[in-house]
């Protein structure tokens, strides 16, 4: 009956699961389209680092040639601290564009971490661990109904043997009575 009762059970938990997956589809493709999403912004947020980092790079180059060669130390003094200014501009961009790659990934990661629990209900497994419910089963039950059919064999036998036995001892209690019978017969007999 329990087993019954489990079936249905697993029955439903399917029937569940299909109805889950139906709702909640539209969210997974939003979800995986956002993931998609970030991961495109990030690469390009990335190559947008890479770039101001030469650029900071190519200006440092630049700012070391000019000081060398320039005569007039005030312009150069200028165009060091534009440059100079321009690099922390930068910087500070770049570690805006870092804070909001890391939120990035932090969202991603959460995406995933709820794809991957809604792929735990995967009914492909569920299927499989209902059918091979099933054929445990079938097997216990084929191993009850034989047992039940020893069992009520072993019985009849039972039965058969306590009748024997009875009979047996109506017979002996006969004998005894008959040879009771007889030796008071015997006794009268002598007296």
């Known amino acids: 009956m329990n087993d019954t009762l489990t079936l249905n059970k697993l029955e439903k938990l399917l029937e569940m699961e299909t109805q889950i997956r139906a709702e909640y589809k539209p969210q997974l493709e939003e979800k995986d389209a956002s993931i998609a ?6 690469a390009t947020l ?8 030469k650029t900071v790079a190519t200006q440092l180059a630049t700012i070391t040639e000019l ?12 165009r060091n601290r534009e440059l100079h200014n321009r690099s922390e501009n930068m910087k500070e ?13 932090k969202d991603l990661a959460a995406e995933r971490a709820e ?26 039950t084929k191993a009850a109904d034989k ?19 009875k009979d ?10 008959e040879r009771a019978d007889q030796a008071d017969e015997g006794q009268q007999a002598a007296a």
């Open 37 to 42: 999403q970030l991961s495109a912004e990030k």
């Open 46 to 53: 990335e190559t947008k680092i890479a770039e101001m980092e």
């Open 67 to 78: 000081s060398g060669k320039s005569k007039d130390t005030s312009s150069l003094e200028q």
């Open 93 to 105: 961009e770049v570690a805006s564009v870092k804070s909001r790659i890391k939120s990035l990934q």
């Open 115 to 140: 794809l991957a629990e809604l792929k735990k209900y995967d009914p492909q497994r569920l299927r499989k661990n209902l059918d091979a419910s099933k054929k445990k089963l079938a097997d216990k």
């Open 147 to 165: 047992l039940q059919k020893s069992l009520n064999q072993v019985r009849s036998e039972n039965a058969e043997l306590e009748q024997k036995v």
């Open 168 to 177: 047996l001892e109506a017979k002996l209690e006969a004998t005894e009575a």
